[in-house]
Nanobody, 121 residues
Framework: QVQLVESGGGLVQAGGSLRLSCAASGSIFSIRAMRWYRQVPGKGRELVAG???????NYADSVKGRFTISRDYAKNTVYVQMNSLKPEDTAVYYC???????????????WGQGTQVTVSS
């Protein structure tokens, strides 16, 4: 069993900041990458930021310079610090991890339940 639990969402005014956290737990052997996606009603899920072992983080153009992703490898936790938030950042934010369990033989994507971020103008 693997769980991804997000926290840190909420309501903030434009220009404000939020920090999202996602902790992965369970029978985890290895995590290759952890990512944040977001989704608004009626649209597909959009990759916001990702961090892969041994590589530089990557960001969507719309958040570059405002969001920073980081990872605590010891805690299997990923964070995204979101600054200078805009109303268009309003979405449900989902955590994703490409990981292998102790019983698994390949990396599989797991998802969190999502956390709402609302930015008021």
């Amino acid at each position: 069993q693997v769980q991804l639990v997000e926290s840190g969402g909420g309501l903030v005014q434009a220009g404000g900041s939020l920090r999202l956290s996602c902790a992965a737990s369970g029978s985890i052997f290895s995590i290759r990458a952890m990512r944040w996606y977001r989704q608004v009603p009626g649209k597909g899920r959009e990759l916001v930021a990702g961090i892969t072992s041994g590589r530089d983080p990557n960001y969507a153009d719309s958040v570059k310079g405002r969001f920073t992703i980081s990872r605590d490898y010891a805690k299997n936790t990923v964070y995204v610090q979101m600054n200078s938030l805009k109303p268009e950042d309003t979405a449900v934010y989902y955590c994703n991890a490409a990981l292998q369990t102790f019983r698994g033989t390949s990396y599989i994507d797991y998802w969190g339940q999502g956390t709402q971020v609302t930015v008021s103008s």
